[in-house]
């Protein structure tokens, strides 16, 4: 059974960084694609990020330039790196793995 459970959301002022992690169970890990999503109250998901078993990533254009996507297959984890926040990038961020998987989430919150 896949579970994915997401790490290091809270709060943090204009201008900061947090870095989300992801844990992955299940056997495949290394040739599925991986992707960040987000929610913000009253909006639709929306993709954030995206990375390959290759390692090819796609970003949203709101995120490029701040937001990197990362995987460590040994780890079975995937990383979301988020530098210069705004607060329109309060959401709650979720985690996907390819095969309709999708984590609980963990709040991000950019506030001053």
């Not at 992801?22 to 960040?36: E, H, K, Q, R, T």
């Amino acid at each position: 059974q896949v579970q994915l459970v997401e790490s290091g959301g809270g709060l943090v002022q204009p201008g900061g960084s947090l870095k989300l992690s992801c844990a992955a169970s299940g056997s495949i890990f290394s040739i599925v694609a991986l992707a960040w999503y987000r929610q913000a109250p009253g909006k639709e998901r929306e993709l954030v990020a995206a990375i390959t078993s290759g390692g090819n990533t796609n970003y949203a254009d709101s995120v490029k330039g701040r937001f990197t996507i990362s995987r460590d297959n040994a780890k079975k984890t995937v990383y979301l790196q988020m530098n210069s926040l705004k607060p329109e990038d309060t959401a709650v961020y979720y985690c996907h793995r390819g095969g309709g998987y999708w984590g609980q989430g963990t709040q991000v919150t950019v506030s001053s």
